[in-house]
């Protein structure tokens, strides 16, 4: 786990997304902490633009994101919906 997630941010984004803080394996919760994890990275490539093992994790975490995205839309497009408005992503 990287440095700037805390065992308690991790718990704080399940408790708000996932519906409790034991809840991990929730899909919504899941891409709640990836989207948390993307921003952060992306803050850190403005500043360190060469960091290219750093690119590669955003990458992959993008397309994690992404088949995790796709699977709520087919289980239940209400929730869907809803989480995207939440996360502020595909506008």
Known sequence: MA????????????QEHGGSAANTGST????AL??????EL??????????????????TLVGKRKR?????ADRDIQKYRDLIERLGIRK
């Open 28 to 31: 919504e919760g899941q891409i």
């Open 34 to 39: 990836f989207t948390y994890r993307i921003q």
């Open 42 to 59: 992306s803050n850190h490539l403005k500043v360190n633009h060469k960091d290219h093992s750093c690119r590669r994790t955003l990458l």
């Open 3 to 14: 440095v700037y997630l805390s065992k308690a941010k991790v718990e704080e984004i399940f």
């Open 68 to 72: 995790l995205l796709k699977y709520l």
